[in-house]
């Protein structure tokens, strides 16, 4: 069974351009979870995705921060425009049902220079 | 006050001994906890998850809670040098059911040395 896929895993882009992270999560998990890790610093909940629905969004940073889940099965995270504080690592995660065991992707970096 | 806390270390222990990790959290309402595991580069790998006071063992590990003190631990028993990574620990805030997002410390690093 195929786990958690991040794209891309790296990426650097100029501060004021567009970055979209894409998720896979595990087949049939219903919650899809955006995580960020910001350097030194904890992993941070972003926001939760129950099928194509927002459940929490409470930890988006700002409105540069755009995420989607079009038709209940990957997931997008748009950053526009870009600032250097984004960079970190952006984890998603999945599970199957309310709480059932979290699944982490290896993450996707992004630098902005 | 940070919600959860752990020593970011590095832990060194030799080869064959216990390791232990430890954490504390600030909501005193939180009933669901969890240790991950996670190798450089690579996503964050559950290894427990505890729930009620006491010890839950599972192989080599054992998690420890106790809500009163507000603190969960992870003890490692006969210490590999594969077993050298990053140790997060998460709760979930608030009763169970009533939340699934995870709140992290900042990890703490263990190497296990030959």
């Known amino acids: 069974e195929a786990g958690v896929t991040q794209f891309p895993s790296h990426s650097v882009i100029e501060k004021g351009q567009t970055v979209t992270l894409r998720c896979d999560p595990i087949s049939g998990h219903d919650n899809l979870y955006w995580y960020r890790r910001v350097m030194g610093k904890e992993i941070k909940f972003l926001l939760h995705f129950v099928k194509e629905s927002k459940q929490d969004e409470s930890g988006m940073p700002n409105n540069r921060f755009l995420a989607e889940r079009t038709g209940g099965t990957y997931s997008t995270l748009k950053v526009q425009p870009a600032e250097l504080e984004d960079s970190g690592v952006y984890f998603c995660?999945?599970?199957?049902?309310?709480?059932?065991?979290?699944?982490f992707g290896e993450g996707s970096w992004l630098t902005v220079v | 006050q940070k919600e959860v806390e752990q020593n970011s270390g590095p832990l060194s222990v030799p080869e064959g001994a216990i390791a232990s990790l430890n954490c504390t959290y600030s909501d005193r309402g939180s009933q669901s906890f969890f240790w991950y595991r996670q190798y450089s580069g690579k996503s964050p790998e559950l290894i427990m998850s505890i729930y009620s006071n006491g010890d839950k063992e599972d192989g080599r590990f054992t998690a420890q809670l106790n809500k009163a003190s507000q603190y969960v631990s992870l003890l490692i028993r006969d210490s590999q040098p594969s077993d050298s990574a990053t140790y997060l620990c998460a709760v979930i805030p608030g009763a169970v059911g009533t939340a699934s997002k995870l709140t992290f410390g900042t990890g703490t690093r263990l190497q296990v040395t030959l």
């Open positions: 995660a999945s599970s199957a049902n309310w709480g059932n065991t979290i699944y």
